[in-house]
Protein backbone atom coordinates (compact mmCIF):
# COMPACT_ATOMS: atom_id res chain seq x y z
CA UNK A 1 0.00 0.00 0.00
CA UNK A 2 1.38 3.26 -0.47
CA UNK A 3 1.18 6.26 1.26
CA UNK A 4 -2.00 9.18 0.66
CA UNK A 5 -0.67 11.91 -1.13
CA UNK A 6 -0.55 15.11 0.75
CA UNK A 7 -3.80 17.36 0.22
CA UNK A 8 -6.18 19.64 1.04
CA UNK A 9 -8.72 18.54 2.61
CA UNK A 10 -10.50 21.36 3.67
CA UNK A 11 -9.98 25.01 3.81
CA UNK A 12 -6.35 26.06 4.89
CA UNK A 13 -6.56 22.17 6.02
CA UNK A 14 -3.73 19.52 4.47
CA UNK A 15 -3.49 16.20 5.20
CA UNK A 16 -0.20 14.90 5.37
CA UNK A 17 0.83 10.88 5.58
CA UNK A 18 3.59 10.56 7.85
CA UNK A 19 3.72 7.02 6.75
CA UNK A 20 5.09 6.38 10.29
CA UNK A 21 7.13 3.34 11.42
CA UNK A 22 6.86 2.26 8.21
CA UNK A 23 2.85 1.74 7.67
CA UNK A 24 0.98 3.85 4.93
CA UNK A 25 -2.19 5.54 6.35
CA UNK A 26 -1.35 4.99 9.87
CA UNK A 27 -0.51 8.24 11.33
CA UNK A 28 -1.47 11.70 9.65
CA UNK A 29 -0.58 15.14 10.50
CA UNK A 30 -1.84 18.12 9.65
CA UNK A 31 -1.33 21.53 8.55
CA UNK A 32 -3.98 24.33 9.61
CA UNK A 33 -2.58 27.62 7.41
CA UNK A 34 -4.02 30.55 8.65
CA UNK A 35 -1.74 33.53 9.27
CA UNK A 36 0.51 31.60 11.15
CA UNK A 37 0.99 28.19 10.62
CA UNK A 38 -0.07 25.19 13.06
CA UNK A 39 0.62 21.59 12.79
CA UNK A 40 -1.27 18.67 14.48
CA UNK A 41 0.61 15.99 15.51
CA UNK A 42 4.01 15.87 14.71
CA UNK A 43 4.70 12.15 14.65
CA UNK A 44 7.79 10.17 15.71
CA UNK A 45 11.26 10.84 15.14
CA UNK A 46 11.66 8.89 12.12
CA UNK A 47 8.51 10.13 10.06
CA UNK A 48 10.04 13.25 10.11
CA UNK A 49 12.35 12.90 6.69
CA UNK A 50 8.85 12.17 5.01
CA UNK A 51 6.93 15.15 6.98
CA UNK A 52 9.47 17.92 6.03
CA UNK A 53 9.25 16.72 2.69
CA UNK A 54 5.71 16.38 2.27
CA UNK A 55 6.04 20.19 3.94
CA UNK A 56 7.69 22.01 1.31
CA UNK A 57 5.87 19.58 -1.18
CA UNK A 58 2.54 21.43 -0.04
CA UNK A 59 4.40 24.48 -1.01
CA UNK A 60 4.63 25.46 3.04
CA UNK A 61 8.50 26.09 4.71
CA UNK A 62 9.19 23.80 7.40
CA UNK A 63 11.20 26.78 9.26
CA UNK A 64 7.59 29.22 8.68
CA UNK A 65 5.68 26.32 11.00
CA UNK A 66 4.63 28.38 14.65
CA UNK A 67 3.22 25.56 16.92
CA UNK A 68 3.51 22.00 16.96
CA UNK A 69 -0.04 21.10 18.36
CA UNK A 70 0.59 17.77 20.23
CA UNK A 71 -3.18 16.01 20.82
CA UNK A 72 -1.77 14.08 23.95
CA UNK A 73 1.64 12.63 24.81
CA UNK A 74 1.47 9.79 23.07
CA UNK A 75 4.86 8.88 21.06
CA UNK A 76 3.30 7.97 18.24
CA UNK A 77 1.74 11.41 18.38
CA UNK A 78 4.57 13.68 19.61
CA UNK A 79 7.83 11.67 19.97
CA UNK A 80 9.42 13.91 16.84
CA UNK A 81 8.55 17.15 18.42
CA UNK A 82 11.95 18.03 20.50
CA UNK A 83 14.21 16.95 17.05
CA UNK A 84 11.82 19.13 14.88
CA UNK A 85 11.95 22.29 16.84
CA UNK A 86 15.41 22.45 15.71
CA UNK A 87 13.88 23.55 12.30
CA UNK A 88 12.00 25.88 13.95
CA UNK A 89 12.97 29.64 14.90
CA UNK A 90 9.88 30.76 16.23
CA UNK A 91 8.06 27.80 16.60
CA UNK A 92 6.61 26.27 20.16
CA UNK A 93 4.75 23.36 21.03
CA UNK A 94 1.23 23.37 22.37
CA UNK A 95 0.08 20.72 24.51
CA UNK A 96 -1.73 19.65 27.28
CA UNK A 97 -0.55 21.22 30.79
CA UNK A 98 -0.94 17.63 32.38
CA UNK A 99 1.71 16.60 29.71
CA UNK A 100 3.91 18.87 29.89
CA UNK A 101 6.22 17.88 32.93
CA UNK A 102 6.79 14.64 30.68
CA UNK A 103 7.39 16.39 27.78
CA UNK A 104 10.29 18.90 29.16
CA UNK A 105 12.11 15.86 31.16
CA UNK A 106 10.78 12.42 29.07
CA UNK A 107 13.07 9.79 31.01
CA UNK A 108 10.85 8.52 33.54
CA UNK A 109 7.75 8.11 30.95
CA UNK A 110 10.28 6.57 28.23
CA UNK A 111 11.23 3.71 30.58
CA UNK A 112 7.55 3.17 31.42
CA UNK A 113 6.49 3.01 27.88
CA UNK A 114 9.84 0.94 27.90
CA UNK A 115 8.67 -1.79 30.18
CA UNK A 116 4.48 -1.52 28.61
CA UNK A 117 6.06 -2.31 24.44
CA UNK A 118 9.65 -3.45 24.56
CA UNK A 119 12.67 -2.33 22.90
CA UNK A 120 12.27 -3.39 19.27
CA UNK A 121 8.90 -0.89 19.78
CA UNK A 122 11.11 1.77 21.43
CA UNK A 123 13.67 1.50 18.75
CA UNK A 124 11.32 2.47 15.77
CA UNK A 125 10.54 5.60 17.48
CA UNK A 126 14.27 7.11 17.24
CA UNK A 127 15.58 9.60 19.82
CA UNK A 128 13.40 11.69 21.87
CA UNK A 129 14.30 15.03 22.81
CA UNK A 130 12.99 16.80 26.00
CA UNK A 131 11.06 20.65 25.13
CA UNK A 132 12.78 23.45 26.47
CA UNK A 133 10.22 25.21 28.99
CA UNK A 134 10.65 28.46 27.56
CA UNK A 135 9.50 26.63 23.60
CA UNK A 136 6.63 24.86 25.43
CA UNK A 137 3.14 26.42 25.99
CA UNK A 138 1.00 24.66 28.50
CA UNK A 139 -2.65 24.84 27.76
CA UNK A 140 -5.85 24.21 29.56
CA UNK A 141 -9.60 23.62 29.02
CA UNK A 142 -11.14 26.83 27.25
CA UNK A 143 -7.50 28.28 25.99
CA UNK A 144 -8.02 29.72 22.42
CA UNK A 145 -5.30 29.52 19.80
CA UNK A 146 -5.49 32.04 17.13
CA UNK A 147 -4.05 31.28 13.98
CA UNK A 148 -5.73 34.46 12.30
CA UNK A 149 -8.33 33.97 8.98
CA UNK A 150 -10.62 32.49 10.95
CA UNK A 151 -9.15 29.62 12.52
CA UNK A 152 -9.41 30.51 16.43
CA UNK A 153 -8.82 26.87 17.69
CA UNK A 154 -10.55 26.34 21.29
CA UNK A 155 -8.91 23.69 23.61
CA UNK A 156 -11.50 20.81 24.63
CA UNK A 157 -9.81 18.97 27.50
CA UNK A 158 -10.90 15.44 26.67
CA UNK A 159 -9.11 12.79 29.05
CA UNK A 160 -9.95 9.25 28.66
CA UNK A 161 -7.76 7.80 26.43
CA UNK A 162 -4.78 9.72 28.34
CA UNK A 163 -5.27 12.24 31.35
CA UNK A 164 -3.41 14.62 28.76
CA UNK A 165 -5.77 14.57 25.60
CA UNK A 166 -6.79 17.62 24.21
CA UNK A 167 -9.34 18.16 21.09
CA UNK A 168 -9.50 21.38 19.17
CA UNK A 169 -12.57 22.98 17.20
CA UNK A 170 -11.69 25.02 14.44
CA UNK A 171 -14.42 27.56 14.58
CA UNK A 172 -14.06 28.29 10.70
CA UNK A 173 -14.20 24.33 9.90
CA UNK A 174 -16.14 23.76 12.43
CA UNK A 175 -14.27 20.88 12.67
CA UNK A 176 -13.20 19.03 15.76
CA UNK A 177 -9.63 17.80 15.87
CA UNK A 178 -9.94 14.43 17.94
CA UNK A 179 -6.31 13.10 18.55
CA UNK A 180 -7.49 9.18 19.99
CA UNK A 181 -10.99 9.95 22.17
CA UNK A 182 -12.74 8.30 19.54
CA UNK A 183 -9.92 5.83 19.02
CA UNK A 184 -8.66 5.33 15.70
CA UNK A 185 -11.50 5.27 12.23
CA UNK A 186 -11.25 3.74 9.54
CA UNK A 187 -13.04 6.89 8.07
CA UNK A 188 -13.84 5.31 4.50
CA UNK A 189 -16.03 2.94 6.17
CA UNK A 190 -17.24 5.14 9.44
CA UNK A 191 -15.59 2.25 11.54
CA UNK A 192 -14.23 3.18 14.88
CA UNK A 193 -11.93 0.72 17.68
CA UNK A 194 -12.26 1.56 21.11
CA UNK A 195 -8.75 0.75 21.73
CA UNK A 196 -7.25 1.21 25.36
CA UNK A 197 -3.45 1.40 25.49
CA UNK A 198 -2.73 3.66 28.26
CA UNK A 199 -1.68 3.61 31.59
CA UNK A 200 -4.04 5.61 32.44
CA UNK A 201 -7.11 4.73 30.31
CA UNK A 202 -10.25 5.41 31.71
CA UNK A 203 -13.70 4.22 30.20
CA UNK A 204 -16.01 6.47 31.70
CA UNK A 205 -14.06 9.52 31.41
CA UNK A 206 -13.76 8.64 27.81
CA UNK A 207 -17.48 8.20 27.38
CA UNK A 208 -18.16 11.88 29.46
CA UNK A 209 -15.63 13.47 26.83
CA UNK A 210 -17.29 12.17 23.77
CA UNK A 211 -20.34 13.11 25.24
CA UNK A 212 -18.71 16.84 25.91
CA UNK A 213 -17.97 16.80 22.21
CA UNK A 214 -21.26 15.83 20.44
CA UNK A 215 -23.34 18.66 21.75
CA UNK A 216 -20.87 20.85 19.96
CA UNK A 217 -22.20 19.72 16.54
CA UNK A 218 -19.22 19.63 14.36
CA UNK A 219 -19.86 19.13 11.34
CA UNK A 220 -15.84 17.58 10.43
CA UNK A 221 -13.87 15.50 12.89
CA UNK A 222 -10.65 15.29 11.98
CA UNK A 223 -8.51 11.96 13.07
CA UNK A 224 -4.67 11.56 13.51
CA UNK A 225 -5.84 7.36 12.69
CA UNK A 226 -6.30 8.04 10.33
CA UNK A 227 -8.31 11.14 7.62
CA UNK A 228 -11.64 13.22 7.99
CA UNK A 229 -15.14 12.49 8.72
CA UNK A 230 -18.20 14.42 7.96
CA UNK A 231 -19.90 12.24 9.37
CA UNK A 232 -19.60 13.27 12.83
CA UNK A 233 -22.58 12.21 14.93
CA UNK A 234 -22.52 8.67 13.47
CA UNK A 235 -18.85 8.10 14.01
CA UNK A 236 -19.14 9.61 18.05
CA UNK A 237 -22.08 7.52 18.84
CA UNK A 238 -20.33 4.35 17.19
CA UNK A 239 -17.24 5.09 19.53
CA UNK A 240 -19.59 5.44 23.08
CA UNK A 241 -21.06 2.32 21.77
CA UNK A 242 -18.18 0.50 21.28
CA UNK A 243 -16.40 1.88 24.24
CA UNK A 244 -19.55 0.74 25.84
CA UNK A 245 -19.16 -2.86 24.96
CA UNK A 246 -15.60 -3.66 24.42
CA UNK A 247 -15.39 -2.88 28.25
CA UNK A 248 -18.02 -4.94 29.52
CA UNK A 249 -16.38 -7.45 27.32
CA UNK A 250 -13.10 -7.03 29.44
CA UNK A 251 -15.05 -6.81 32.39
CA UNK A 252 -16.87 -10.08 32.56
CA UNK A 253 -13.83 -12.29 31.08
CA UNK A 254 -11.77 -10.75 33.99
CA UNK A 255 -14.14 -12.10 36.25
CA UNK A 256 -12.59 -15.71 34.45
CA UNK A 257 -8.73 -14.20 34.88
CA UNK A 258 -6.52 -11.59 33.37
CA UNK A 259 -5.55 -14.23 30.28
CA UNK A 260 -9.19 -14.45 28.77
CA UNK A 261 -9.24 -11.13 28.59
CA UNK A 262 -7.41 -10.64 25.15
CA UNK A 263 -8.81 -13.96 23.39
CA UNK A 264 -12.40 -12.15 23.73
CA UNK A 265 -11.04 -8.93 23.07
CA UNK A 266 -9.22 -10.01 19.53
CA UNK A 267 -12.11 -11.80 18.90
CA UNK A 268 -14.38 -8.73 18.70
CA UNK A 269 -11.75 -6.77 17.21
CA UNK A 270 -12.28 -9.10 14.39
CA UNK A 271 -15.88 -8.97 13.78
CA UNK A 272 -16.17 -4.93 14.51
CA UNK A 273 -13.37 -4.59 11.66
CA UNK A 274 -15.05 -7.50 9.07
CA UNK A 275 -16.72 -4.50 6.98
CA UNK A 276 -13.54 -2.41 6.63
CA UNK A 277 -12.48 -2.29 2.49
CA UNK A 278 -8.74 -1.41 3.44
CA UNK A 279 -7.53 -4.17 5.19
CA UNK A 280 -4.03 -2.49 5.32
CA UNK A 281 -1.25 -2.20 7.51
CA UNK A 282 -3.06 -0.20 10.36
CA UNK A 283 -5.72 -2.97 10.10
CA UNK A 284 -3.17 -5.52 10.92
CA UNK A 285 -1.27 -3.16 13.46
CA UNK A 286 -4.66 -3.32 15.06
CA UNK A 287 -5.36 -6.85 15.73
CA UNK A 288 -1.39 -7.85 16.36
CA UNK A 289 0.04 -4.81 18.54
CA UNK A 290 -3.18 -2.86 19.42
CA UNK A 291 -5.01 -5.22 20.32
CA UNK A 292 -3.51 -6.90 22.92
CA UNK A 293 -2.02 -3.73 24.63
CA UNK A 294 -5.86 -2.95 25.00
CA UNK A 295 -6.51 -5.81 26.40
CA UNK A 296 -3.74 -4.75 29.22
CA UNK A 297 -5.43 -1.56 29.34
CA UNK A 298 -9.06 -2.62 29.86
CA UNK A 299 -7.53 -5.14 32.47
CA UNK A 300 -5.45 -2.14 34.49
CA UNK A 301 -8.65 0.18 34.49
CA UNK A 302 -10.99 -2.77 35.80
CA UNK A 303 -8.16 -4.24 38.50
CA UNK A 304 -7.35 -0.02 39.40
CA UNK A 305 -11.45 0.12 40.61
CA UNK A 306 -11.62 -2.77 42.33
CA UNK A 307 -12.90 -5.08 39.49
CA UNK A 308 -10.59 -7.61 38.39
Not at 198 to 217: A, E, H, L, N, P
Not at 222 to 246: I, N, Y
Request: charged letters at 25%.
Amino acid sequence: MEPLPSAKVADDLFIIDTAAYGRPRFLASYIIAGDKIALVDCGPTTCLPRLKTEVKRLGFNVRDIDYIIITHIHLDHYGGAGSLLEDLPRGKVVMHQRGARHAINPGPMLERTRAMVGDEAMAREGPILPIPAERLMAVEDGDVLDLGKGHRLQVLHTPGHTNSSICLLDEKLKGLFVGDILGPCFTADDVTVPLAPSGDFDVDMSIKSIQRMQGIKAELLVFPHFGVSRKADKVMKHSVKGLTEWSELAREALRQGPDKVLPVLNERAKRDMAAIRDKGPYYHYILDEAVPLSAAGYTRYFQRRGQG
